[in-house]
């Protein structure tokens, strides 16, 4: 493998500029350093940060291919400046044993652009109703470390309560997609004046955060770890503030999708599906809390709900379209114009609820690691002052729904390191 000589970057955006050379999968050294052999990169008035972690990702492989394979999405990950990603496990079949998760597990191997790190399901098929054999994945070649019913919400208290327990013995963590069955039947957009206008039937506030207080109960007496998956509104902020001060460090964490940082329920005017996602877009006011939540920490981390769709599952009428939009691609010129252009966060910032949070909450060893010499070089860099157009034919997925389409947005990834290793440069692979 080549020695890689990042010249002139800002490392976290502080201090003077430095190079950067990268050699046998570390950081070899960082300062004023000439190294002949090395492949220059010029990263003048560029900002290095350690590689992004996305804890919440649809690769969509086995079973809808047609919108996504482990490599299509692994080559949006590397390029959007990820080096580990986690797969959600509603693929088709379900990722609710240890074949299916080290066939993700290999495969992203294969594809070696991001590690990939398949999700578990908390139940069988995602039926709620029975426990998955967490212990046989968690102790798969696949080594699973999260376990989620993502899509659906794993809604029976006791089943919830019993995948908490189990989850202390084996050292993982549960994230829920909070989300109260009972009071979304039907539901198309976020319960409030907009749906009313607009005839959609209610998604209420209330239909989140309730699961979200239940659980943080629940994981309080189980002494769990509980990860609470795309947080959407105001009142969940609250309750999570309430749960983290009353649990003490460690216990719960949080993600935000870029969407919900970015996107209210005004877009849904066009009746474009393309707007409709699980949990909703809801208000502006939500979306304020959302971003102040992040830059205070009581939400966690950035993770995309990167969620692909076919054409004809997007281009239909609003009741029938699927849920979800993709964000691998999109998530740092998002967190750029949210949390970095608003000043809610600096470029520590960005790599804290990126990188380096998400990596803590999965427990991986090798990912979010301070920008050091003998680090691992799991890397990103990001031209902070560039900007670009989105296109989503343009984009490595398969599937095209992006919400962002035609949008100018700040903050460009211009280069991805995995282990040393080049995966992406300027929107391309390798
Ligand atoms: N977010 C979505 O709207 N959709 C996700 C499921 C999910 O994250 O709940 C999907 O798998 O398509
Ligand atoms: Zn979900
Ligand atoms: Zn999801």
New binding site residues.
């Given amino acids: 493998m080549t020695a890689v000589l990042i010249k002139g970057a800002r490392i976290y955006g502080e201090g003077d500029p430095v190079d950067v050379l990268v050699s046998d999968g570390v950081i070899a050294e960082i300062g004023s350093v000439e190294a002949p052999d090395a492949e220059v990169i010029d990263a003048t008035g560029q900002v290095l940060l350690p590689g992004f972690v996305d804890l ?1 990702t ?1 690769l ?1 492989e086995p079973g809808r291919e047609d919108t996504e394979t482990i490599e299509t999405g692994s080559a949006a990950a590397a390029i959007g400046g990820y080096t580990a990603v986690f797969a ?1 496990a ?1 693929t088709d079949p379900v990722a609710d044993n240890a074949v299916i998760v080290e066939h993700v597990w290999r495969r992203g191997r294969e594809a070696g652009l991001v590690d990939v790190y398949p999700v578990g399901a908390v139940t069988v098929g995602l039926k709620g109703e029975k426990l998955a054999e967490l212990g046989t994945m968690a102790k798969s070649a696949a080594n699973v470390r999260m376990f989620s019913d ?3 919400c794993v809604a029976d208290p006791l089943i919830m309560r019993r995948a908490l327990e189990y989850s202390t013995a084996l050292g993982v963590v549960v994230a829920q ?1 909070a ?1 109260e069955p009972r009071l979304t039947v039907g539901a198309q957009a976020n319960e409030g004046v907009q749906a009313s206008r607009l005839g959609y039937a209610g998604w209420p506030a209330s239909a989140e955060e309730s699961i979200v207080a239940r659980d943080c109960i629940l994981a309080k007496h189980a002494g769990a770890r509980l990860h609470i ?2 947080v959407s509104t105001a009142g969940t902020v609250d309750v999570l503030r309430w749960a983290k001060d009353r649990h003490g460090p460690g216990l719960i964490s949080a993600e935000v ?1 870029p969407h919900h940082l970015l996107l209210t329920d005004d877009r849904l005017e066009t009746y474009d599906p393309v707007n ?4 909703p877009l809801r208000t502006a006011r939500d979306a304020t809390r959302l971003r102040a939540a992040l830059a205070e920490g009581v939400i966690d981390c950035v993770a995309t ?1 990167h ?3 076919a054409v004809q599952d997007k281009d239909c009428e609003w009741a029938v379209a ?4 993709l964000g691998l691609q999109t998530a740092l010129s998002v967190v750029t114009e949210t949390m970095v252009r608003t000043g809610l966060l600096d470029w520590r910032g960005v790599a804290r609820v990126m990188s380096e949070r998400p990596a803590e909450i999965a427990g991986l060893a090798d990912q979010g690691r301070p920008v050091e010499a003998g680090e691992p070089a799991n890397l990103v860099l990001v031209d902070p002052d560039a900007e670009w157009t989105v296109r989503g034919a343009e984009l490595a997925s398969v599937a095209e729904n992006t919400p962002y389409e035609g949008m100018r947005l700040p903050g460009v990834v211009t280069l991805t390191l995995l282990r040393g290793r080049v995966t992406a440069r300027e929107g391309k692979i390798g």
Avoid: L, S, Y
């Fill in positions: 919440h649809h969509r959600m509603n993502d899509g659906h997609h989300e998956c795309h999708t409709k996602v699980n949990p709900d969620a692909p769709h699927r849920p979800g939009m």
